[in-house]
């Protein structure tokens, strides 16, 4: 029983950081209807900026949170200005392949810049838990969960009572009307663009306690990240939550009750995905797409 | 213009007979950049000691970054061979890279040194080859040395546990691990495997924690390695003994699992910041006293250095000493030097050996078994170098 509980409790927890890694991936399709390849470069970046807070400074990444999402936000409007804009009108392959080539940049200057060291930060809450029982729920784990909790919370907040929230929204539902109603489409690209480096670099701040930080972290998070997008269903927040938890429980539930699970459990986390890919592939509470 | 072109033609193999080429393929980028930048290092290092000239000739190392993978591996490894017909090759470093490098070795076969790679499928595919010399210790000796030393130190009879990776390091390693463990007396209770980069290893320790291990090997890189020993010490995992085969005696994981996470991890190596080792007494300045050599490194790098510093410039030190005094670049003859060297160093005896499993040329495959405790490195095995004793984790 106690077993079952703490896989429950472990499955919440990482649901909460898969939340936080995907929602920003999740926005920033259902505005741009660009998947950014080079998203786990901006988790990485984040990483790397709360690492530094702390080596050199002693600031707590929850402290430094705010400063390294809002650096890497620009950094990714920089980004923005310099390529993506330039291929907004060009086919899929093309936002992808430029995506991919600047994410790889990225980890190689990361990698000449920092060295291909693993690091980690060390925080008053990183290597500590509570005890309930049997029941072992780890500080850190605790801490990024509210941390996704809120971050979401607001974000959704913003989306649907601020007037650029609502601007951002009405793009990703039909750009041609929101184009009509006098909305500024390529200022709600940038910023969408740079909300979906804000939320990658938060989940690479926590990631810097709870992970090992490298220049190669990005890749495997994307990858998940977009795993959980497709589960949920492209560009509904929503429905990437709950494909994040969908995935968490899948995982962790594996990891728990088949022998040598941890090693099956991203199989089976992806063989879910193909499953709903095949059945409802528009996923759980994505929306059809009509392709032209 | 035809003499022109005649006397150009004629000075190409002047040239490059007035040089000894030396192949570095090295992960100089990727996820084994550290491996690289160390063999890079200790290379450099060797040159900068011994002089640019080797059996009255300029040595010309060509680095080649493998990007830690194995296609460019390969590919690097062939223009070596093929284009550039060198006779001497140093690295790569990381088991996966070298085993991707032996096909394209067999084209040419110049005579290779290895510095890394404890795989024993290396070992097996390099069966009787006169020009492979492995400097590194194969896989079985880090179990070897580390049951041997948990066993003296806690008795036999105690339950072990072994966590390891899905990728070929933990795979290949499993085996070697129940084997020498088992025959020391333990009782290998559990494996368990975790995936390369998992994000959370919790399960597994709370399967573990049910089975009360006094012992957990922990065969997983650097980076697994981190998660494993930070998400073992928020578990609260009262485990006596924790061993990891290739990461506690690394400043990056301790620094990055921090002092009471690091702290009573047990590993095997090779070298170790701050030990002893008496300089050669026919060649001090190459291969000088451990402190001397660590000055210098310090000197030089601005940093501490890491095992494969200590073991890349063993290793092309030794080669170019071979070289020397064979008075030629011919590889069969270096090969046959190098062979019948017994030079002091850094790592012990140089004499190489043949191993069970086959290799012909094998040196430095005795390590030392320590302990971190507190923010000090205590040698626990083997007896005639320990300096403290085994201590069980609280």
Request: glycine share 10%; hydrophobic share 50%; aromatic share 10%.
């Amino acid at each position: 029983m106690s077993m079952l509980l703490q896989c429950l409790v472990d499955s919440i927890l990482l649901g909460g950081l898969y939340s936080l890694m995907a929602v920003g991936l999740s926005l920033g399709f259902g505005v741009t209807r660009i998947i950014n390849f080079a998203y786990g470069e901006f988790i990485m970046l984040g990483a790397y900026g709360a690492f530094f807070c702390s080596s050199l400074a002693g600031i707590d990444p929850l402290i430094a949170l705010p400063a390294v999402a809002i650096g890497v936000a620009l950094f990714a409007a920089i980004v923005f200005e310099f390529s993506l804009r330039r291929v907004l009108r060009a086919p899929a392959i093309n936002q992808i392949l430029l995506l991919f080539g600047v994410g790889l940049v990225i980890q190689n200057l990361a990698a000449i810049l920092w060295t291909g060291d693993a690091r980690s930060v060390e925080t008053p809450y990183s290597l500590t838990a509570r005890e309930f029982g049997d029941i072992n729920v780890p500080d850190g784990r605790i801490v990024t969960f509210l941390v996704a909790t809120v971050l979401i919370a607001a974000l959704l907040w913003w989306l649907h009572r601020t007037e650029l929230g609502r601007a951002i929204r009405a793009v990703a539902q039909n750009r041609d009307a929101a184009v009509l109603m006098g909305i500024n489409v390529m200022r709600m690209y940038l910023l969408s663009f740079m909300l979906n480096a804000a939320l990658g670099a938060a989940t690479g701040a926590m990631a810097s306690f709870l992970l090992t930080v490298t220049p190669f972290m990005g890749f495997p998070m994307l990858i998940k990240s977009f795993a959980i997008v497709v589960l949920g269903g492209l560009g509904s927040i929503p429905g990437t939550l709950a494909g994040a938890f969908l995935l968490a429980f899948a995982e962790t539930a594996v990891a728990y009750y088949v022998p040598d699970g941890i090693g099956w459990a991203e199989g089976v986390a992806f063989a879910v995905l193909l499953g709903v890919l095949i059945f409802r592939p528009r996923g759980i509470l994505g929306q059809a797409v009509e392709v032209a | 213009m035809i003499l022109a072109t005649l006397v150009a033609a004629a000075s190409v193999p002047t040239h490059a007979q007035d040089t000894v080429k030396i192949g570095a393929p090295l992960e100089l980028s990727g996820r084994f950049v550290a491996y690289g930048a160390q063999g890079k290092r200790g290379i450099e290092m060797a040159l900068a000691a011994h002089g640019d000239m080797a059996a009255g000739k300029k040595i010309e190392v060509l680095y080649r970054d493998v990007q830690s993978n194995n296609q460019v591996a390969l590919t690097a490894f062939t223009d070596l061979v093929q284009q550039e017909k060198v006779n001497f090759v140093v690295g790569p470093i990381a088991s996966g890279i070298v085993a991707a490098s032996v096909p394209a070795w067999r084209e040419g076969k110049p005579l290779w040194l290895v510095p890394g790679s404890s795989s024993t499928q290396l070992e097996d595919a390099m069966k009787g080859e006169t020009l492979f010399f492995h400097t590194y210790p194969w896989a079985y000796n880090y179990h070897e040395n580390a049951a041997a030393a948990i066993a003296q130190a806690a008795g036999t009879g105690k339950k072990v546990v072994i966590v390891y990776s899905d990728g070929g390091y933990g795979r290949e390693q499993l085996p070697w691990a129940k084997e020498f463990y088992t025959k020391a007396g333990f009782n290998v209770v559990a494996t368990e495997l975790v995936r390369e980069g998992a994000a959370d290893l919790n399960p597994v320790l709370q399967r573990l924690r049910q089975l009360r291990p006094d012992v957990l090997v922990g065969i997983v890189q650097t980076t697994d390695g981190i998660q494993l020993a930070k998400q073992i010490q928020v578990a609260g995992l009262k485990v006596p003994y924790l061993v990891g085969t290739a990461y506690p005696q690394l400043k990056e994981w301790a620094d990055a699992v921090g002092p009471e996470a690091a702290d009573k991890w047990i590993g095997i190596t090779t070298y170790l910041p701050g030990m002893t080792r008496p300089a050669d007494p026919n060649l001090p300045k190459l291969f000088p006293a451990m402190s001397d050599w660590e000055t210098a490194f310090r000197a030089r790098y601005h940093r501490e250095p890491e095992f494969l510093d200590v073991t890349s410039y063993t290793t092309a030190m030794l080669l170019l000493v071979a070289i020397d005094q064979a008075g030629t670049t011919d590889k069969n003859a270096v090969a046959r030097k190098l062979a019948s060297l017994d030079i002091m160093t850094m790592l012990g005896s140089s004499k190489f050996h043949p191993t069970a499993g086959g290799a012909v040329h094998q040196a430095f495959s005795k390590m030392i078994v320590f302990q971190r405790q507190g923010d000090k490195f205590v040698t626990v095995y083997p007896n005639d170098v320990a300096n403290g004793k085994l201590m069980p984790r609280q």
